[in-house]
Structure formats: C-alpha cells, structure tokens
C-alpha cells in the first residue's frame, strides 16, 4: 500500500500535461445532451468556432480576417461559456479540443496555465502554450492582481499571433474578481480581456448537485486494501497539502489507484479550504477515486455535519469564494458517488482503468 510520503514532487509541463484529463479524455460534442435551449445553442457555437480553428495555411480566409479585427468586431477571437455548475461546459470544451482540425492547440486549466507559468516563466510558457491555433482554457477564475496580469499578458500573446481561445467560468466577465481583491483598480485589465470573447451564458440544472447534498460516508465503507491505494486521516491528508504546492497534485494523484480519508471535518482555516478545491478538482479531473468518512461520533459525522458544503465554515463559505465551494462540493459528490459504486461497505477497491497519461519530468 502507498504512502503519501511516497508520493512523487514535481509539476507536470510535458506535452501530455496539456490535453483533456482523463474524465473528459474521450468525450465528443455529438455526445452532449442538451436539456435547456441554451445549451442547444452553445453546442452549435462551440461546433462552429471550433471547425474554424484550422491549421493557418488550412483556415478558410474569412477566419484569419476575423481573427485580426479589433475587438469590437461581432467576430471574436475567443468564446467564454459562462454558466453554473454541472451543466456541460467543460464537456463542451474538451470535445472542442477534439473537434477542432489541427495539432496545434492545448487543453489546460486556469490554476494550471498560473502555475505552469509560475514554473517555466512566461517565454517559455508561451512557447508550449501560447504559440498555437487554439487554447482551450478551464475554469477562468481571476483570483488577485497578478493573474490577472499574467492571464491578460498570455491572452495578448495568444491572440496576436492569430490564435483563439475558448474558456470556461462560472463568473462572468465584469463580476470577476469581485470580493476578492479591489477589482476597481484593474478594470480596465479585465475589460480588456473580456472584450476579446463572445460571451454565452449555458444554463441548465447541476447534473451532480444531488449527490452534492448527500453525505460523507461512513468509516466502515472505506475500503481496506487495493492497487495503489493510500489510507490516511483528515489531518494527515492536510500535512500533506500544505507541504506541497498545489501545482505537484497532479503528478502525484495520478499514480493513485485511490484514496481513502477517514476523519474529515470542518475546515476553519480558508487556506486550507482552498488548497481542498485545487485538490478535488485534479482529482475528478483524473478519475482518482476517493473514499471520504467522517469521525466515528453520531452517524459518522465528524466535527462537521455529513453534508458536504459543512466541511467549508460558513464564516467563508458564503463570502467571495463561495462559487469555488460549491463547485467542490459537486464535484466530490459525483467523487464519492463513483467510489460508493466501485467498493461499496469496505471491499477492497479494485483498480479503476482510466486513461494513462505519460509522467513528466522533475
């Protein structure tokens, strides 16, 4: 059985790194059921924009026109799909990445793109991410002055060589950054990003957001052994967050067969809360498989309730940061939902065949 000690500590930025994680790995745009007119309409305009992201010599000439207007033209380089949570837009992305016919673009995630830069320096991130035909960026999420600045000098980058991005949020445009840091001083920062997309707004009910309001399981459903398996408790989980950066979760979940976390109550302290959301986003993003239980007191609850936003103290959870925390806790539902699913009542938990990316190096 695994340790969490022994876990690898390095950031992926290999070529490997940059394409859809293997939730979304095989994903296709045919494949996206609308249920809201919204959604018919951004799966046509994402089908659309992304059949035009050819290849130069290959792009019809109408496309690299628009591609050097200004962006107060109706054609825009970029394509933001706002929405809420668990209505298809990073499904609508990656089949966007799989749609559009040529070999130059890259799939990558707003923490991320931050912290890739943060690591190659941004000549060397626009060298493997910006000089392309097209980004598909995740999760846009504007969260201080210097993302922001980073971001906005990558998308300059990106759309002066004639590329074009897609992105995701759950914030539009004008609201981001709001209740985070004073957003008033770099508006003109984000106007100038935003005026670059075409902006949808998808909505549509949380296809998660049943599981999202369930509960923590219990400590006898976790299971005892399996391939790659770590067993740890909250606390030892969190030692271990706080001593890496979150930009190495990736390479180390993605050695797991899974994770089994016993103990898990209410977070009191914001950073960690936040360090939570990048590690359960990798790890849906990856299809790692988590197994979460609460303390043994009443109903296996833990210090924290059984519902899964209580591991967020609501002194934040209702603050500027609210919409990460309920994006988590979506997504950890549809988690434990899959790991219920996989060993249920302490079976041993088998392996969960997903798609292998190659490692990176240090």
Not at 167 to 182: I, L, V
Not at 184 to 190: A, Q, S
Request: aromatic share 8%.
């Amino acid at each position: 059985m695994l340790r969490l000690e022994d876990l690898p500590a390095f950031t992926r930025t290999d070529a490997a790194a940059f394409t859809p994680p293997p939730r979304f790995g095989s994903v296709a745009l045919d494949s996206f059921v609308a249920h809201v007119p919204s959604q018919a309409r951004a799966k046509a305009r994402v089908r659309a924009f992304a059949e035009g992201c050819g290849d130069a010599a290959a792009a019809p000439p109408w496309w690299r026109r628009a591609l050097r207007r200004r962006p107060s033209d109706d054609v825009r380089p970029g394509l933001y799909l706002d929405g809420g949570f668990g209505v298809g837009k990073t499904h609508l992305l990656a089949a966007a990445y799989f749609l559009a016919p040529s070999a130059s673009k890259r799939f990558v995630s707003f923490q991320q793109l931050v912290h890739v830069i943060g690591v190659l320096g941004m000549d060397a991130a626009h060298e493997r991410l910006a000089d392309v035909r097209l980004v598909c960026l995740d999760e846009f999420e504007l969260d201080d002055p210097g993302n922001t600045l980073i971001v906005k000098t990558f998308l300059a980058h990106v759309f002066a060589r004639g590329g074009a991005v897609i992105t995701t949020s759950n914030t539009p445009p004008e609201a981001q950054g709001r209740g985070r840091f004073n957003a008033e001083d770099f508006r003109r920062e984000i106007q100038s990003i935003a005026a670059r997309f075409e902006i949808l707004t998808i909505d549509g009910p949380d296809a998660r957001r049943g599981d999202a309001d369930g509960r923590l399981m219990l400590p006898h459903e976790l299971p005892q052994a399996g391939p790659a398996l770590v067993r740890t408790d909250w606390h030892g989980l969190f030692s271990h967050l706080r001593r890496h950066h979150p930009s190495r979760y990736r390479a180390q979940l993605e050695v797991l067969g899974g994770l089994a976390v016993h103990g898990a109550e209410r977070l009191p302290d914001q950073n960690d809360a936040l360090r939570l959301v990048h590690f359960i986003d990798t790890l849906y993003d990856l299809r790692v498989p988590l197994w979460l239980a609460g303390g043994e007191g009443a109903g296996g609850e833990g210090a924290g309730g059984d519902r899964l936003l209580d591991l967020f103290d609501a002194s934040y959870r209702h603050g500027a940061y609210a919409r990460k925390y309920d994006r988590c806790a979506s997504r950890l539902g549809e988690v434990l939902r899959e790991a219920r699913a996989l060993a249920p009542e302490g079976a041993e938990a088998p392996r969960l065949e997903r798609a292998a990316s190659p490692a990176g190096s240090p």
